[in-house]
């Protein structure tokens, strides 16, 4: 089967606006080639999350932000894509790798995304992505 539907997942906290325009440019990029995509950018904007003009060190309570809600979304659709595009810096993300390691382990497809690259993405091999997320873990 030919993957259709993709997830977007990399580092999010500790990087102004929360990288939205990271996840944004590769929403648009994946959309453009025909992805179906989930970005939780997205999803979190639409649930009325504005991030522009934050550092992206927020206390994500202080801001009204629930945290395991939104982890909640994006483990659900990690299950419900057939692939997950991880963007640069992933591995320096807890919540990136925490989805890495799911993907990984329900079998779907993992792809090193490449802002700027004509190939812009790049398969990754899970059982690494396994073995490399649970050496961070330790």
Request: glycine share 8%.
């Amino acid at each position: 089967m030919i993957p259709t539907s993709i997830y977007i997942a990399g580092p999010m906290r500790g990087i102004p606006q929360f990288n939205f325009p990271s996840f944004d440019a590769a929403r648009i990029r994946l959309g453009s080639a025909g992805w179906n995509v989930r970005c939780p950018a997205e999803r979190d904007r639409n649930a009325d999350f504005d991030p522009v003009g934050l550092s992206g060190r927020e206390d994500l309570d202080e801001i009204g932000f629930n945290l395991p809600d939104a982890l909640k979304h994006c483990f659900l659709d990690v299950l419900d894509v057939d692939a997950v595009a991880l963007l640069p810096g992933w591995t320096g993300s807890e919540g990136a790798r925490a989805e890495a390691h799911v993907a990984a382990l329900t079998g779907r497809t993992l792809y090193q995304f490449f802002q700027h690259r004509p190939i812009m993405l790049e398969p990754l091999d899970g059982i690494e992505i396994v073995t490399r997320v649970e050496t961070m873990l330790r």
